[in-house]
């Protein structure tokens, strides 16, 4: 079974973005694209109440998934794409519980080897809530999310912003990150912010990375470790990526299963939120938690 990449969309043209974006990538990296809908079954009242295809409520929305893959949809203005060549596009409907819950429960299936999704419907929807299912389904999620701002468009990742924290040097993600360098002979700018006039010693995770690069498993693509002084973390991540004029920040979380995620307050919701650029979340490899998150998320499905 060739693998996939898993697009969630709630039909907004931010979700729409989203899915040119995801199919640029399925063409880079040779996969095909599985264009989902997790809906909780409620009737929206801004929406006529049309059934397509068999009739049902699946049907229904299977047909627009349909429409929105090929920018033939009433009412909202999508631009008009063609899938790639090579490219195949299949469409998944489900009336759910959950939708944070039911996105990391199909994303941890064997066929899908990453998710792209949009980290927000409008511009209008600010605040914790906002960031909710993008940033609960990137911290909790076993495989890489990509989030894709609104006007984002998708370019080769020829120049990376990786947050470094703490664990950034794990193994794992470096050869995620190596995987992207050798693909798109990217250079890599490993970026620590840290508080200006900082109390204490200096920080150990630039030098951790450092010696992991260069001393235990050397890097064989461009890199620098940078520090930088900000007392705002995200702000000093899009500063120097503004500088460089990078294609993707990365950042590296630990897996956490999604109960946890919806409470907590993350770096990785604040750069969703805030990011003009596609952010990458990428994660620590611990089998443990990805075992507790699979199963926390099936007896919630369930």
Request: charged share 20%.
């Amino acid at each position: 079974m060739m693998s996939s990449i898993l697009v969630p969309v709630d039909f907004s043209l931010p979700c729409h973005n989203a899915y040119r974006f995801g199919l640029h990538l399925a063409e880079e990296f040779k996969l095909n694209v599985v264009l989902a809908h997790y809906s909780s079954g409620a009737i929206d009242p801004g929406q006529p109440l049309v059934f397509a295809g068999d009739g049902s409520l699946h049907g229904s929305n299977v047909k627009r998934l349909e429409n929105f893959a090929s920018s033939n949809a009433d009412g909202i203005d999508y631009p008009l794409l063609e899938p790639p060549q090579g490219v195949e596009v299949t469409y998944e409907a489900e009336v759910v519980f959950s939708v944070s819950a039911s996105i990391i429960a199909r994303a941890s299936k064997e066929d899908i080897s990453m998710v792209v999704m949009a980290p927000r419907s409008t511009r209008k929807l600010l605040g914790k809530w906002l960031g909710s299912t993008s940033t609960t389904v990137s911290e909790a999620c076993p495989c890489p999310v990509c989030l894709v701002p609104e006007d984002a468009q998708f370019s080769p990742w020829k120049k990376v912003v990786v947050a470094n924290n703490s664990v950034t040097a794990e193994a794992y993600p470096l050869w995620q990150i190596e995987d992207i360098a050798r693909k798109y002979s990217s250079y890599v700018h490993f970026v620590h912010v840290q508080w200006p006039r900082q109390y204490g010693p200096l920080k150990f995770t630039p030098w951790r990375l450092m010696e992991k690069l260069v001393d235990e498993t050397p890097a064989d693509y461009p890199f620098d470790v940078v520090t930088v002084d900000n007392e705002d973390v995200t702000a000093g991540l899009m500063e120097y990526a503004d500088k460089i004029d990078s294609d993707l920040i990365v950042i590296v979380n630990s897996l956490r299963n999604r109960w946890r995620s919806l409470i907590h307050a993350s770096l990785t919701q604040d750069l969703a939120l805030r990011s003009k650029r596609p952010v990458l979340v990428l994660h620590a490899e611990d089998t443990t938690v990805s075992e507790e998150i699979l199963q926390t998320e099936t007896e919630n499905i369930n």
